[in-house]
Structures are given as C-alpha cells and as structure tokens.
C-alpha cells in the first residue's frame, strides 16, 4: 500500500538560511499534519491542513509557514533557520469524514520524516 | 484533549505477551484511544485504536475497561523488531496527536 512520501529526508543547512520540506499524502486523503521531534524529545504537533486550508495550529514559529495545494501535497517552509531547528520534521495524513453532531476517527499515517540539521 | 498516563519503561521476554498499560481518567465521550508506536527516529507508527469496544488486529489487540478509563495495547508474541516506544493518545476525531512521553519497551532476547 501507498505510504505517505517525505522529501527530502535528509537536508543541512546554514543558520539564516531557509528550508522547504514536502509532504505527499497518501493518495484519497484529504489532511495533512506536520509535527517536529528535537533531539530526544517527543514529537510535537505544528500544523494541520484540511482540504487546504489551515485547520489547526500548534506551537509553529513565525518563521516556519506552510500550506497545501490542490493535489492535497503539502510544504513546511522555514526561513531564518536557527540551531534549535535542527530536529525530525515528521507529516502525517488522513481521511476524514467530517459528519457534524458525530464523533468519528481519523487515524493519522506518518510519513519517514526529515532530518534537518542547521549548523 | 485527555491525560495520559503510562509507565515510562517496561522489559518483556522475547515470545511472550507485552501489556502495555494506559490510564486515561478524564477521557471525554467522543474521545478515542489511539496507539502509537516509535522505533529509534522513524516516524511513528498506527497500531490500533478503539472508541468503547476492544479490538484486535493483525499487529495487537486493544482492551479499554467498561468506564473507559484505562486500556492495555497487548502484543500477543513480542519479538525484538517491537522494541520501540510506545504512545497512548486519547483524543477526539480529526484533531492532532498529542504525544507524552510514552512508554519504552525492550524485548530481551
């Protein structure tokens, strides 16, 4: 079965400098979700896509945006790039069915992420 | 989203049955429990989830108590490939994942 498809998976760059990482979704689902992992850490949640637009936004700096195009493929971009950058950038996918007034699952596929290193 | 508790480690023999517990006290009616599994900087990996019922798949079975408030991830014949950490995430649908810090669990040959 198609996985969800991260590119590239490996990328250094300098302190300043600015980074795009791409995420293809498994084909048919409709949100995209973007998570880092520090060094040693958990992951943590950044941001979320939704038949592209934003849906939801968790702790992303204001240097780091994204977004998600009409074939449901998704860029994180990250200008000014800073040491604590350096970490996993991990995305995500599903297929949601939004049915108001329901409570429904989504079960979120992740990508093998990209390691960032900023020197 | 709901709180999570799980012990931070746990050792399992190699052909037995690993029972990971997940207490889960706060949980809200449509908040699912979700099961995540992370093998060393791979992305994290879906086992099971479950609303109410206990489920089983191909990889574990997932057994949530009658109110809700804890459940147990089972991997019925652990081998070494399933040395990894793991997370129990309780949320509604169509949110993010929040991740604590999971429970690590070594297979010992």
């Known amino acids: 079965a198609a996985g969800v498809i991260q590119s590239p998976r490996h990328l250094i760059k300098e302190k300043r400098e600015t980074a795009t990482l791409k995420c293809y979704p498994i084909p048919r689902h409709d949100t995209v979700y973007w998570y880092q992992q520090g060094p040693g850490q958990d992951p943590q949640f950044l941001i979320s896509f939704y038949e592209k637009m934003q849906s939801d936004k968790g702790s992303i700096p204001d240097r780091f945006s994204a977004q998600q195009f009409s074939d449901y493929h998704s860029e994180l971009n990250m200008s000014s790039l800073e040491l604590g950058d350096s970490a996993l950038y991990f995305c995500a996918s599903s297929q949601n069915s939004r049915l108001a007034g329901k409570a429904s699952a989504d079960t979120q596929y992740f990508g093998p992420g990209t390691r960032l290193t900023v020197l | 989203d709901a709180k999570t508790t799980q012990p931070p480690s746990m050792d399992c023999a190699e052909g037995r049955a690993a029972n990971l517990p997940c207490n889960h006290s706060?949980?809200?009616?449509?908040?699912?429990v979700y099961w995540y599994r992370q093998i060393h900087s791979q992305g994290p990996q879906y086992i099971i989830h479950?609303?109410?019922n206990n489920e089983t798949n191909e990889m574990a079975s997932l057994i949530i108590t009658e109110d809700r408030k804890s459940s147990t991830l089972i991997l019925p014949h652990a081998t070494l490939r399933d040395t990894a950490v793991y997370y129990c995430i309780v949320k509604p649908g169509n949110e993010k994942l929040t991740f604590g810090t999971g429970t690590r669990l070594t297979i010992i040959p």
């Open positions: 479950g609303l109410k």
């Open positions: 706060t949980i809200s009616g449509n908040e699912y």
